[in-house]
């Protein structure tokens, strides 16, 4: 059964840091892995999306890398805006031919940033 | 291009009650998924149509269940709500070939 953890739960750094967020799974069979933004009370926002076959993907400020064989992925958010406060969230999809959505979520990591 | 649309945005039931939910996702998609997410449990998955088919459910009790309509819009049903019910539900519209999920801004459902 696919596990995802996060790591830390919870984070606060001042305005301008770079930081790191880690995701980890258990099961490597996945068929990408996906990172989301969830502002208080709203819904979640896709920030990257890693296919299983590749080893990192950026946009912006924010830099995903991907290890398969490890199970982990980090989120690397350089420059860091009191707007990047937000929860993160990490989700695997099984790897079963594409033929499912299904996602397994990690727990979160609760970013705060100090202007 | 429209994002996913969710109604209602909140709402409040009393225990014994059912409640529908209506999820309306990216044009030209054609796979939804719901979640369930709680303080306690966080997100957990309940259930994914692709085509007007179920293609995939989650763990939880037959009181929840859900249909996709032609065109592609979904609803989800609760059924004799439970205080527990109380979640923020969200839907998944998914993007064919890159399987990338789009969120949209959830339905808070209260059970009183």
């Known amino acids: 059964k696919q596990e995802v953890t996060q790591i830390p739960a919870a984070l606060s750094v001042p305005e301008g840091e770079n930081l790191v967020l880690n995701c980890s799974f258990t099961d490597s069979a996945i068929y990408n892995l996906q990172w989301f933004r969830q502002d ?36 690397y958010i350089a420059a860091s805006q009191p707007g990047d406060s937000a929860t993160y969230l990490c989700a695997v999809r099984a790897s079963l031919g594409g033929a499912t959505n299904k996602l397994i979520f990690g727990t979160g990591t609760l970013l705060a940033v100090q202007p | 291009k429209a994002g996913v649309t969710q109604t ?85 519209s998914g993007a064919d070939g890159t399987g990338e999920l789009f969120f949209g801004e959830g339905s808070r459902l209260t059970v009183l």
């Open chain 1, 40 to 75: 208080p009370g709203k819904g979640l926002t896709s920030l990257l999306l890693i296919q299983s076959s590749q080893r990192e993907q950026t946009s912006g400020r924010l830099n995903a890398s991907l290890d398969k064989s490890s199970g982990r992925s980090t989120l």
């Open chain 2, 8 to 92: 209602p945005r909140y709402l409040i039931k009393t225990r014994g009650q059912q409640v529908t939910l209506s999820c309306s996702p990216i044009s030209g998609h054609r796979s939804v998924s719901w979640y369930q997410q709680t303080p306690g449990q966080g997100l957990q998955f309940l259930f994914e149509y692709f085509s007007e088919t179920q293609r995939n459910k989650g763990n939880f009790p037959g009181r929840f269940s859900g249909r996709q309509f032609s065109n592609s819009r979904s609803e989800m049903n609760v059924s004799t709500l439970e205080l527990g019910d109380s979640a923020l539900y969200l839907c998944a």
